[in-house]
């Protein structure tokens, strides 16, 4: 799948009509996390290539590690995102956040549109954005808060095996995306997967009752 003129209006025509559903605020707030589509660069998601191969323009999606000092969620996979500041709306905090963690500067217009709010077990209600970059070569990991910034091309989340659903305790199934051997647990799961059905697929798919695994409830 290309990064290119024709990807870019697919997707922000899906979103326009895609009617997002919003929460009310949770018992830690609100934050918004952006789901970026970008080159694929050098590489994959689990290694970088030499610096002289050839950059791939196939489509991806920039997923960070987050650092391993952190109080929550250390080492786990995420996509750059925070807690929104005052009167910020979910858009502007997603590019606020990919300044500051990323390094990737974008103008309001990458805005492509929203997906569902997500209630997490860690008391936030999570707006995704998602947004349109370019070759996005300049990033670097601010390691205050990310050991490292990947690359995912997007056929890999329209996998046959995808979703991981695990049903076991709790009312609803447990949600994982299987990325290479590895997999993304909700809520992180939940947004590449509502942003495969919606922007990838068109269809009106919800993800709001998915389960997370306990280890992502802190």
């Not at 919003?22 to 998601?45: F, N, T, W």
């Not at 997906?115 to 209600?125: C, P």
Request: hydrophobic share 45%; net charge negative.
């Amino acid at each position: 799948m290309q990064h290119d003129a024709t990807l870019r209006q697919s997707v922000a025509e899906s979103l326009r009509r895609f009617h997002w559903r919003s929460l009310p605020d949770a018992s830690q707030g609100r934050a918004a996390v952006a789901l970026v589509i970008s080159e694929a660069g050098h590489g994959s998601a689990w290694g970088d290539m030499p610096q002289h191969a050839r950059w791939s323009t196939e489509a991806a999606l920039i997923l960070t590690r987050r650092a391993g000092h952190l109080r929550r969620h250390a080492n786990q996979w995420a996509l750059p995102g925070g807690r929104i500041d005052g009167k910020e709306t979910p858009e502007q905090a997603a590019l606020r956040e990919l300044r500051e963690e990323v390094a990737l500067e974008l103008p309001p217009e990458a805005v492509l549109g929203r997906l569902d709010d997500f209630s997490t077990r860690s008391g936030f209600a999570i707006t995704p954005v998602v947004v349109w970059a370019g070759d996005a070569r300049a990033m670097v990991a601010n390691a205050d808060e990310v050991a490292s910034i990947h690359r995912i091309a997007l056929d890999e989340f329209l996998r046959p095996d995808a979703p991981m659903l695990e049903h076991g305790a709790h009312a609803h199934p447990v949600l994982r995306m299987p990325v290479g051997e590895n997999w993304i647990a909700a809520p992180t799961a939940a947004f590449l997967y509502q942003f495969r059905e919606v922007c990838l697929r068109g269809q009106h798919t919800r993800v709001s009752h998915f389960e997370q695994p306990p280890f992502a409830w802190q």
